[in-house]
């Protein structure tokens, strides 16, 4: 069964997650995503909250931009969450909005080669290797956690562009796409994933690949979903998106399930007028159409 998630939009307030949470819980929502935008609200935090809230629905964060922190702390907090709640938390990195990392000073001369240190530095620590490295940007002498994640675990990684996305395949354990991303576009990144995966031996295994959906639903749906694609510049991308009903919402994910993707995620627009019930219309409506 491909799982279904649902993102809550840091457009909201922090103090609005707990109903948010409420909701998915009750409804049964297989997973709620978070983002960490530049200058809302913090992943782990609030990747924290969600999860001390809930019992069973997964929380993934997509992304954490690794410019922002040192790679131990990234590995400090990951593991926390991994212990605390076993099997549920789901953490993605990316390289940021480079306009944003600009304005917080972090901007790095070369995303992706950060990007691909603290993957590698990372999935070593989280996996209890003690490591000492001396690369461009990420540097640690002799450093191992204390406490490292005793279940199985995966770091997934952000990526757009040709070279992000062999990069997943090559250093992450999974890759994160956006929702400028049609069907076309993932059977594309799944090409280059693999690429990336074979050209360093890791032809072994599958590599999971997740997908926002920009996701309309009531009677505004078609006015809403094409007001975001022209604010995000997308409205010329074909078959981006969906505005309708549980069953046009389920074809959508079906096409990029059939196109390669592992798991689908709802994405509202900014200006969805009802979080809660956009969380419950995905749980107890789509889902069940979706195999």
């Not at 090559?170 to 799944?190: F, H, K, P, Q, Y």
């Not at 690949?209 to 505004?220: K, R, S």
């Not at 009802?274 to 789509?286: K, L, N, Q, S, W």
């Amino acid at each position: 069964m491909t799982p279904l998630g649902a993102v809550f939009r840091p457009q909201l307030a922090p103090e609005r997650l707990r109903s948010v949470c409420a909701v998915a819980e009750r409804a049964g929502l297989d997973e709620l995503w978070l983002w960490e935008d530049c200058f809302r609200e913090g992943g782990i935090s609030t990747a924290a909250a969600a999860l001390a809230w809930t019992e069973r629905v997964r929380v993934g964060v997509g992304l954490l931009p690794v410019p922002l922190r040192n790679v131990a702390i990234t590995a400090m907090e990951a593991a926390s969450l991994h212990r605390m709640f076993p099997g549920r938390a789901i953490l993605g990195v990316g390289h940021g909005v480079q306009d944003w990392m600009g304005q917080v000073g972090a901007r790095a001369e070369s995303p992706v080669t950060l990007l691909r240190e603290h993957l590698v530095a990372l999935r070593a620590l989280l996996a209890g290797e003690r490591v000492t490295v001396d690369g461009r940007y990420v540097k640690l002498d002799d450093v191992a956690l204390d406490w490292p994640p005793e279940g199985p675990h995966s770091v997934l990684a952000g990526a757009t562009g040709p070279r992000s996305l062999r990069l997943t395949g090559e250093a992450a354990d999974g890759t994160i796409l956006t929702a400028s991303t049609n069907a076309e576009g993932v059977r594309t990144a799944r090409q280059l994933v693999e690429e990336g995966r074979a050209a360093v031996g890791r032809g072994a295994g599958h590599h999971p690949v997740v997908v926002y959906l920009l996701t309309a639903t009531g009677p505004d749906a078609d006015t809403r979903l094409r007001a975001e694609l022209v604010a995000e510049g997308l409205d010329s991308v074909p078959d981006l998106g969906v505005a309708g009903d549980a069953g046009a919402v389920a074809k959508a994910v079906e096409r990029l399930v059939e196109a390669g993707a592992d798991t689908v995620v709802l994405q509202p627009t900014a200006d969805e007028p009802d979080p809660e019930g956009f969380v419950r219309f995905a749980a107890e409506e789509v889902r069940p159409l979706v195999p």
